[in-house]
Structures are given as C-alpha cells and as structure tokens.
C-alpha cells in the first residue's frame, strides 16, 4: 500500500524559508520520479518541482525557479523541497505525489503560510 507523508510546513515570514519533507513507502521509491504540488485557496493544483529516480533532471514551475530546489534521498524513501526567499504566493497546502502501477498517489498536504 503506497503511503506519502509529508512534514514541515508552517508560517514563515516574507523572504523566510522551509524545508518540506515527504516519507514514501509501498513502492520501489528508487524507480519512480516524484513531484511537488501545491494548492492554493480558490486555485486549481499546480506543479510546483518534480526530479527523476536518480535525482537528475529536477523541473520547477517558473514561479519557483531559482527560489525553491527539489531533493531526494532514496536510500531514506524521501523527498525534500528546499524553499527560499518565500513570497505571500508561495501560500498554500503543498502535497508529495507520484504515479505506480498506474495509479495517482498524494500525501495528505501540509500547509505553508508566508505573512509578516
């Protein structure tokens, strides 16, 4: 049974940063690449990161680059969204997903809140 858990969200300040974490079990973690979502209030889901099984060829969302860095650690099943310089519009609930056997899998979400 495929199980994402993620951690580390909060309330940051404007130019603050976090680090998000997404435990996976139930798969072959190595083999599959995993992806960073967010959802804001009143907004559709959106593709924030995603990095392949090795760890190559991280993407970001345009909003992001240069801001935020997607990691993983398949030795501990996990994977990690570094954010910096955060902005009130990085706001929202960010889930951990990945696809097996052909199937949709997301965490539950943690909330990130950027306010002074």
């Known amino acids: 049974q495929v199980h994402l858990v993620e951690s580390g969200g909060g309330l940051v300040q404007p130019g603050g940063s976090l680090r998000l974490s997404c435990a996976a079990s139930?798969?072959?973690?190595?083999?599959?690449?995993m992806s960073w979502y967010r959802q804001a209030p009143g907004k559709e889901r959106e593709l924030v990161a995603a990095i392949g099984s090795a760890g190559t060829n991280p993407n970001y969302a345009d909003s992001v680059k240069g801001r935020f860095t997607v990691s993983r650690d398949n030795a501990k099943k996990s994977v990690f969204l570094q954010m910096s310089s955060l902005k009130p519009e990085d706001t929202a609930v960010y889930y951990c997903?990945?696809?097996?056997?052909?199937?949709?899998?997301w965490g539950q979400g943690t909330q990130v809140t950027v306010s002074s």
């Open positions: 997903y990945t696809k097996w056997r052909g199937l949709d899998y």
């Open positions: 139930g798969f072959t973690f190595s083999s599959k690449t």
